[in-house]
Antibody, heavy 118, light 106 residues
Framework: QVQLVQSGAEVKTPGASVEVSCKVSGYTLTQLSMHWVRQAPGKGLEWMGGFDPEVGETIYAQNFQGRVTMTVDTSTDTAFMELSSLRSEDTAVYYC???????????WGQGTLVTVSS | DIQMTQSPSSLSASVGDRVTITCRASQSISTFLNWYQQKPGKAPKLLIYAASTFQSGVPSRFSGSGSGTDFALTISSLQPEDFATYYCQQSYSNTYSFGQGTKLEI
């Protein structure tokens, strides 16, 4: 069984960057396709990007192109999501999630609240 | 990008009711459609994948149907634990997208 444990809540000022981590256990990261999904307060789920095994690279949602970077450290089985040039609208809970071979999200982290406020 | 539109946005129902939530894709996605349930403060939970296949452990009162652009999630007899928000998600394109959610309320 895959377990995903995310880093703790963050408070950032506008214009700053934030990095959220997601530690994998139960599997190695090389066996998984990792994605990031966010949810603003009271709003729906928004896919930010993730690894596409068919093309062998990370695909980013158009809304985040140029502002988001998703990386992995296979030595520690930890995935990272960095979002830069933060604005108040980026206040949200950020989830890491893995996809199955049929491309549904099967395992989720517990979520990390990022608050952007001056 | 493929847009997913759910209806209704919210729904009031009672225990024992049969309810249906619909999801429409902006282009054909075959059966690459998944449904999730989310309760407040929790991560989403997969209910159905590939439009109509149950995730292990999901009660049989949940069912999914559809293909192409039109899909539905039906709960045959609502239980108290079913009051939550439901999302559809397409995995046809490698730029995934979710519907805006349907909040099921008492």
């Amino acid at each position: 069984q895959v377990q995903l444990v995310q880093s703790g809540a963050e408070v950032k000022t506008p214009g700053a960057s934030v990095e959220v981590s997601c530690k994998v256990s139960g599997y190695t990261l090389t066996q998984l396709s990792m994605h990031w999904v966010r949810q603003a307060p009271g709003k729906g789920l928004e896919w930010m990007g993730g690894f596409d095994p068919e093309v062998g690279e990370t695909i980013y949602a158009q809304n985040f192109q140029g502002r988001v970077t998703m990386t992995v450290d296979t030595s520690t089985d930890t995935a990272f999501m960095e979002l830069s040039s933060l604005r108040s609208e980026d206040t949200a809970v950020y989830y890491c999630a893995t996809t199955s071979s049929l491309y549904y999200f099967n395992f989720w982290g517990q979520g990390t609240l990022v608050t952007v406020s001056s | 990008d493929i847009q997913m539109t759910q209806s209704p946005s919210s729904l009031s129902a009672s225990v024992g009711d049969r309810v249906t939530i619909t999801c429409r894709a902006s282009q054909s996605i075959s059966t690459f459609l998944n449904w999730y349930q989310q309760k407040p403060g929790k991560a989403p939970k997969l209910l159905i994948y590939a439009a109509s296949t149950f995730q292990s452990g999901v009660p049989s009162r949940f069912s999914g149907s559809g293909s192409g652009t039109d899909f539905a999630l039906t709960i045959s007899s609502l239980q108290p634990e079913d009051f939550a928000t439901y999302y559809c998600q397409q995995s046809y394109s490698n730029t995934y997208s979710f519907g805006q959610g349907t909040k099921l309320e008492i």
